[in-house]
T-cell receptor, first 113, second 112 residues
Framework: SQQGEEDPQALSIQEGENATMNCSYK?????LQWYRQNSGRGLVHLIL?????REKHSGRLRVTLDTSKKSSSLLITASRAADTASYFC?????????????FGRGTSLIVHP | ETGVTQTPRHLVMGMTNKKSLKCEQH?????MYWYKQSAKKPLELMFV???????ENNSVPSRFSPECPNSSHLFLHLHTLQPEDSALYLC???????????FGSGTRLTVV
């Protein structure tokens, strides 16, 4: 089943602007992760936020988590053309003692120089 | 390089062929995954292995057959595929399930 759902599906901004992407999910989670994918390549892990955390920072990335609303946001500040990529959120559903990762459809971000 | 290596990078095969995709990690991870990524669709989890045991099989057709001989290697054996199986196949690994995932660069598969 699809757990995370990113919004918007596509985002186009100018270099220097901030980009905000949202993710909603349906069931309780152990943690939520954000990934980036350049065209036709594998996904790169950006940041993991645990269910008992509300905010996390990594460089120009800021992730928030609201478990009451079952949502998360990824903010990229001072965007660069090199940030152009697809961004995915992933959540882990527990299944028989293991955690099964589920990804959303992603947000396609284009940063114009 | 992420530490997860997938070969080949590109594969074109006929519907009657048999081929295998290979994934290798030397990160000391204990869980490995196969994903299928098609255009305009969410990433589809196909198989999960934890400590070399399959823990998830997401209703994948039997023409896809995974093999995990040890915690560092994962294979996806392909036979009698259909054109709709054309996609990017991604391998990932993690320390344990429920932790961050490290992905390979994928194999772009085209079935003709």
């Amino acid at each position: 089943s699809q757990q995370g759902e990113e919004d918007p599906q596509a985002l186009s901004i100018q270099e220097g602007e901030n980009a905000t992407m949202n993710c909603s999910y349906k069931t309780s989670i152990n943690n939520l992760q954000w990934y980036r994918q350049n065209s036709g390549r594998g996904l790169v892990h950006l940041i993991l936020i645990r269910s008992n955390e509300r905010e996390k920072h990594s460089g120009r990335l800021r992730v928030t988590l609201d478990t009451s609303k079952k949502s998360s946001s990824l903010l990229i500040t001072a965007s660069r053309a090199a940030d152009t990529a697809s961004y995915f959120c992933a959540t882990d559903e527990e299944a028989g003692g293991s955690y099964i990762p589920t990804f959303g459809r992603g947000t396609s971000l284009i940063v114009h120089p | 390089e992420t530490g997860v290596t997938q070969t080949p990078r590109h594969l074109v095969m006929g519907m009657t062929n048999k081929k295998s995709l290979k994934c290798e990690q030397h990160l000391g991870h204990n869980a490995m995954y196969w994903y299928k990524q098609s255009a305009k669709k969410p990433l589809e989890l196909m198989f999960v292995y934890s400590l070399e045991e399959r823990v998830e099989n997401n209703s994948v057709p039997s023409r896809f057959s995974p093999e995990c001989p040890n915690s560092s290697h994962l294979f996806l054996h392909l036979h009698t595929l259909q054109p709709e199986d054309s996609a990017l196949y991604l391998c990932a690994s993690s320390q344990w399930t429920g932790f961050g995932y490290t992905f390979g660069s994928g194999t772009r598969l085209t079935v003709v």
